[in-house]
């Protein structure tokens, strides 16, 4: 879920990260500067007992490849050059079949939650490949690693890591043998602990929750996390825009923009924007060194609670496009309805 981080503040981690280590190293102190909750306040906040953490604490190694791949300095990609990464044949292809195999699940998700199926189905195709990448690391590895020698998230990545103590022990899971991302995402969602905790589901009711192995728990799970993120049922989520004119001053403004205020401005749409509704405008580099104008909406917003990045949420946007257009021309090569978009378009 936030394999793929937020690239400036990544950016910004690292370079805090540095600063912090040069300053140890002028002060000659141990290059570990541990800010993270104490375990008695962990245990306070999970409701795990002191003693457990602390045997968890005591199985967990430090795995330094995780630190260099968070602190690597990254150099955030282009629109265009991050759209390659997702939105290629084979993971529209192996979107599609991902759907047609779970079309029952995705569309009782849809009922039941409101959340379309092909967004389901790209979110778990950009995180996983649709389960084939789930990550391969410890979880409790990664979520000690960084929960306890990474300054600039250690409040956050410490807190997961007592979620994840608890998850463990309401799985009745061995905590040595959960794998997941380098950042301890786990299952075909990639679900940070604190998210599994709160928004997994048991979705075809057999009494586990189960993100790894279980497609339906995974496709109900996600469809819950949007539902609990606010997604609007039947309303847009992203439209290309065209802008006359300067952006930079309705680019700062972020999510407080009303469709108003965009038409005042000279942003002009394919399909008419609400009028009263919060949206957000979002500039993206196109490979001829152009800028490419898009508007999100409520549901956008409720993508970048997934993942923050933009590029991650148009990802997300214009794999479920191509996803849920191969899936209708499939229909109608078999003869079939294509039932209506579960959104505007
Ligand atoms: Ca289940």
Known sequence: MIKILNLKSKKQAAKTVAAVLSLCSALALPQTVNAAPSVTELAAYSGVETQTLNAALAQAQYQQTIIDTMTRPYEGKPWWQYRKLFITTSRIQAGLQFYLAHEKTLRRAEQELGVPPEIICAIIGVETFYGRNMGNWKVLDALYTLGFHYPPRETYFSREFANFVKLCQR????????????????????????????????????????????????????????????????????????????????????????????YTAGVSTKVNLSLDDKMRLFAYELEDGSTGYGVGLNNFHAIMRYNKSPLYARAVYELSEFIRIAYNHKLQEQGQVVPPPGRLP
């Open 171 to 262: 799985e009745n899971w061995d905590i040595n043998t959960v794998k997941g991302s380098y950042a301890g995402a786990m299952g075909m969602g990639q679900f940070m602990p604190s998210s599994y905790l709160n928004y997994a589901i048991d979705f075809n009711g057999d009494g586990k929750v189960n993100l790894f192995t279980d497609i339906e728990d995974a496709i109900g799970s996600v469809a819950n996390y949007f539902k609990g993120h606010g997604w609007l049922k039947g309303h847009g989520i992203y439209y290309p825009a065209l802008v006359k004119g300067e952006a930079t001053a309705l680019l700062k403004r972020q999510w407080e923009l009303s469709g108003r205020e965009l």
